[in-house]
């Protein structure tokens, strides 16, 4: 017989691994402990040599579904007997910490939800060790009841049985709850409190009224996707003209019926992080996703969602739900009812809550398929904050973000830990939640920053609330350039350290001479840049006009043209004044920029071939030219390099102007870009004998451009790096910044 000390690293907390551990314990004749140290699960085993070498395997080989092993530690200890195994209660210690994020309702939690012989039948709040709320609920480390929003409802002696019973799926489950003891919804403003009150709202989404409901990372405006009237009045409410609501579906047969879907896509969608996944559109109205072949859809992910959906009452609901976050404008998602009340009462009808706190928001997170591999757009709710794998450093940074979509990354040894969405950072509120959401992870994960990051861009709002930080904490702050961020966030998630042809188009960033960066070529590794390369300069005239109205791009590139003022008003642009005004404010310099931003080119492009003249929602004007390139066919390509993109943007507008067809013109434009970016790193292969590319930057969201920009590198020869878990767009540049904070 032996005694052995195991420590297990990776996601296991919160995740049913300690009674996994207990279970495989007795099969396999072990006795002794196992704790639950913050970073870690230690176990204390006593058995043959065996039995231990078995249950090792179980342990790294066959840990619960939602576990990630990162190692086993197996040390020998001096030989003592146990004769049954326990659980210990926790004591904290310090290291590598692994916070789970919150797992969607599982498949046998689902069925008991509607079973009417469960004792938890339509609870609202059921869950096991497999699924239910873990971030969003967590107040500090370890995970444990008492430190979890669920310390104000003692369990019932049945839920408290199932919690200590090993046979059970709830042993250890820290939000265990039913009936008798968990959590209330309830409708603000009256007495209507649990299936009272679901089923007070279902009603009201029948007959066509928008809900505010609360989740698990916060609350969602609802209503029936298949009432136009509704979806019409939601987007006057919330003056959201164009911009694609999500839809939450009942079930995958519903999917399948509005979208095509591959099973890539099915196996995101049924996932347990249930994010948004972008599927191409069969049915549903057009008022949903206005002008766009593409919808967000969702599954149930949280039991008060399906009640929404199958709660057996008098009311018929539709299989297909609006769920968009419930915001203000710019403002992060609501979270208590106070948020609820002050900010989303005007947007809705009824407004259902429940008294279980959300103490960290958690937007949904959306995805897209690529190729057979994710592709994400936004990480929050369900990923958020597992790390990403760095090498081993003794470091603690934080990367505060950029301005726009802002998330905040903790590095912490060889950690990174992107948080959930926070939000765009122009408005105050925002600002607050990312002082409030930083401050809690830090004490979460353990993490007292040596060193603070930042965009450098003097204007921003994170970049006052980092230099603020920094002296309270009275440690440096490094500011890094934006796209370099962008760049390093894609060589972190590919785990690649080594010297990168840096791809980095984009929309607006702050360029280290002054000037607006965002169609930037660098030569880089993770501790210096240098820029090679970027497209051709042009002037942003009008300010910040200029980034939703592409008109004003494109009048001002074709400025320079022999009859640019003629081409204009032929191409719709603007009316001879209009254009007088821009080409005197662009030779006066009169609020007028330097840009080299990809984006505004897009934007431009799309405003000449008249497929949006301007924009209401950021990336609206070149995400229709991309759809509109996916119809053209492939055409020949504008020679050149990237100095060469204004001369392709005025062939365009000629070419337009002839009456060439606009959807084999838009392709020409992404064509022309891939093979112009090809070319640039060929060139940057040739002076460096660098033969990696990172493609990396909002504009690579457009997935043609990466597809054909992918595809010829690769013909080229070159090794491509992609994003896939970290959004290429703002969203990941915290993991850049951390990156780098960690190895500077
Ligand atoms: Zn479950
Ligand atoms: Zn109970
Ligand atoms: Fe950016």
């Known amino acids: 017989m032996k005694t052995v000390n195991i420590h297990v690293y990776g996601i296991v907390q919160g995740v049913g691994f300690r009674p996994f551990t207990a279970n495989a314990a007795r099969r396999h004749d072990i006795c002794g402990t196992a704790s639950n140290k913050g970073s870690y699960v230690e176990i204390i085993a006593y058995g043959s040599e065996n039995d231990l070498a078995a249950f090792t395997d179980t342990l790294r080989y ?40 919150d797992i969607a309702i599982c498949e046998k939690c689902s069925k008991e939800l509607l079973d009417p012989h469960d004792r938890r039948y339509l609870h609202p709040f059921i869950n096991c060790t497999q699924c239910g709320p873990r971030l969003t609920i967590l107040d500090n480390m370890p995970y444990d009841r008492e430190r979890t929003s669920m310390k104000g409802f003692p369990m019932c002696s049945i839920c408290a ?134 919808i967000g859809v969702m599954l149930p992910y949280s039991p008060i969602h399906m009640l929404l959906f199958d709660l057996p009452d008098t009311y018929s609901i539709s299989d297909a739900l609006v769920m968009t976050s419930a915001n203000v404008k710019g403002a992060p998602i609501c979270r208590t009812d106070e948020d609820a009340l002050r900010e989303i009462s005007s947007f809705c009808d009824v407004i259902m809550s429940h008294n279980r706190d959300i103490l960290i928001r958690a937007d949904d997170s959306v995805t897209q398929v690529l190729d057979g591999k994710p592709y994400m757009i936004r990480r929050s ?27 905040f990354c903790i590095g912490k040894y060889g950690l990174l830990y992107p948080s959930p969405y926070v939000g765009d950072m122009e408005d105050i509120r925002t600002a607050d939640a990312l002082l409030s959401a930083s401050e809690r992870m830090c004490r979460l994960l353990e993490a007292q920053p040596d060193t603070l990051i930042c965009d450098k861009h003097p204007g921003y709002n994170t970049t006052a609330i980092a230099e603020d930080m920094a002296h309270k904490l009275g440690v440096p702050l490094i500011k890094v350039q934006h796209h370099y961020a962008h760049v390093l966030s894609c060589m972190a998630e590919n785990r690649r350290y080594d010297p990168v042809i840096g791809v980095s188009f984009d929309g607006t960033g702050y360029g280290d001479d002054g000037t607006i960066w965002g169609g930037e070529v660098f030569v880089c590794d993770i501790r210096e840049y240098r820029r090679v390369s970027h497209i051709a300069q042009f002037r942003q005239v009008g300010g910040d006009l200029a980034s939703r109205e592409g008109w004003r791009i494109a009048a001002s590139l074709l400025s320079d043209m022999p009859d640019g003022k003629g081409l204009c008003t032929k191409l719709g642009l603007c009316d001879e004044k209009a254009f007088t005004l821009i080409e005197m404010m662009k030779s006066r310099g009169i609020n007028t920029a330097v840009s080299t931003s990809c984006g505004r080119l897009f934007d431009a492009v799309s405003a000449i071939l008249g497929i949006r003249r301007a924009s209401t929602f950021e990336g609206e004007a070149s995400t229709a030219l991309m759809f509109a390139a996916e119809k053209g066919s492939a055409s020949d390509v504008y020679p050149g390099r990237l100095s060469d993109t204004s001369a392709l ?92 904070g960690l190895f500077t």
Request: include cysteine; hydrophobic fraction near 40%; charged fraction near 30%.
């Open 62 to 101: 066959s840990p619960p579904e939602r576990a990630v092993v990162l190692s086993v530690d197996v040390k020998e200890l001096p030989l003592r007997a146990y004769d049954d195994f326990r659980i210990i209660e926790s004591e904290r210690e310090y290291g590598d910490i692994f916070v789970s994020p």
């Open 161 to 294: 049985r199932e919690y200590t019973d090993h046979m059970s799926r709830r042993y250890d489950a820290q939000p265990v709850c039913c009936n008798d003891c968990g959590p209330q919804v309830y409708i603000i403003g009256t007495e209507l409190r649990g299936l009272d009150a679901v089923s007070y709202v279902r009603k009201a989404i029948a007959e066509g009224k928008i809900a505010a409901i609360k989740g698990i990372g916060g609350f969602h405006l609802c209503c029936d996707a298949r009432n136009d009237e509704a979806v019409l009045r939601l987007r006057k409410l919330k003056s959201r003209p164009m911009k694609p609501f999500a839809v939450m579906m009942r079930d995958m047969d519903t999917v399948r019926r509005e979208c095509k879907v591959t099973p890539e896509e099915e196996a995101l969608l049924t996932g347990w992080q249930k994010p948004i996944v972008l599927l191409e559109r069969l049915g549903l109205s057009e008022h949903i996703a206005p002008d766009n072949p593409t």
């Open 381 to 407: 709710r369900g990923y958020a904050p597992l790390p990403i794998m760095t090498d081993k450093t003794d470091r603690i940074v934080l990367g505060i973000g950029g301005e726009l979509k802002n998330t």
């Open 649 to 740: 943007v005025r062939e365009i507008a000629l070419r337009a102007s002839d009456g060439d067809n606009i959807y084999d013109l838009a392709m020409m434009f992404h064509a022309s870009l891939a093979d112009m970016i090809t070319e640039e790193c060929i060139a940057a292969r040739d002076s460096f004998g660098i033969n990696t590319a990172a493609l990396t930057g909002g504009v690579f969201q457009n997935r043609l451009l990466v597809r054909l920009t992918r595809d010829k590198l690769e013909k080229s020869g070159f090794d491509v790096l992609l994003h896939s878990q970290i959004p290429p767009n703002d969203g990941g540049i915290c993991v850049g910044q951390a990156l780098y």
